[in-house]
T-cell receptor, first 113, second 113 residues
Framework: SAVISQKPSRDICQRGTSLTIQCQVD?????MFWYRQQPGQSLTLIAT?????????ESGFVIDKFPISRPNLTFSTLTVSNMSPEDSSIYLC??????????FGPGTRLTVL | QKEVEQNSGPLSVPEGAIASLNCTYS??????FFWYRQYSGKSPELIMS????GDKEDGRFTAQLNKASQYVSLLIRDSQPSDSATYLC?????????????FGQGTILTVHP
């Protein structure tokens, strides 16, 4: 299984600001995924980050709000822009291992005041 | 709209008992099925994956898949207090949706001594 790290592990931000979350994997992977887990809820896929191409976003998520970068095969960033308290969530990156199994990073716990 | 539904919880079982967790999914083209365990404040941890009809056993865990009924379950034998967590059912359609997981809402399991 892949070893995934995320930075920061948690943050408290003011509304209207932006936060960039970093995800680092210990091996090269084609696709990386970003999920959101709102308080008391399950996980929802935000977007798929492919190296060398634009990220693909799921319904309800847009690039202006959640811009994603994927500069190489081991790294990706997710920015949460113009934050509001509704953006308070845990943000998780994940990668696919063998046989379509997916492994998650430790998550970034974001609180927006 | 792809949906994954889990049996409502919370589920409470005594130590040593069998815990039964159920999940149904709406997308008939789903190919890969996963059970994740999530402890409070932690990211999801993969415990079982299943891809074909029937049973798959791994230690105290048994996953069961019935594609005709669009049903997947997880049995935990000899439940331990350390099994107390939220269990998430996740489904992937594969193909162009490779790696994209749709999660159920989760079932909270409590194993009491």
């Amino acid at each position: 299984s892949a070893v995934i790290s995320q930075k920061p592990s948690r943050d408290i931000c003011q509304r209207g600001t932006s936060l960039t979350i970093q995800c680092q994997v210990d091996s090269q992977v084609t696709m990386m995924f970003w999920y959101r887990q709102q308080p008391g809820q399950s996980l929802t896929l935000i977007a798929t980050a492919n190296q060398g191409s634009e990220a693909t976003y799921e319904s309800g998520f847009v690039i202006d709000k959640f811009p994603i970068s994927r500069p190489n095969l081991t790294f990706s960033t997710l920015t949460v822009s113009n934050m509001s308290p509704e953006d308070s969530s845990i943000y998780l990156c994940s990668v696919v291992g063998g046989q379509d199994t997916q492994y998650f990073g430790p998550g970034t716990r974001l609180t927006v005041l | 709209q792809k949906e994954v539904e889990q049996n409502s919880g919370p589920l409470s079982v005594p130590e040593g008992a069998i815990a039964s967790l159920n999940c149904t999914y709406s997308d008939r083209v789903s190919q890969s099925f996963f059970w994740y365990r999530q402890y409070s404040g932690k990211s999801p941890e993969l415990i079982m994956s299943i891809y074909s009809n029937g049973d798959k056993e791994d230690g105290r865990f048994t996953a069961q898949l019935n594609k005709a009924s669009q049903y997947v379950s997880l049995l935990i034998r000899d439940s331990q207090p350390s099994d107390s967590a939220t269990y998430l059912c996740a489904v992937s359609a594969g193909g162009t949706s490779y790696g994209k997981l749709t999660f159920g809402q989760g079932t909270i399991l409590t194993v009491h001594p």
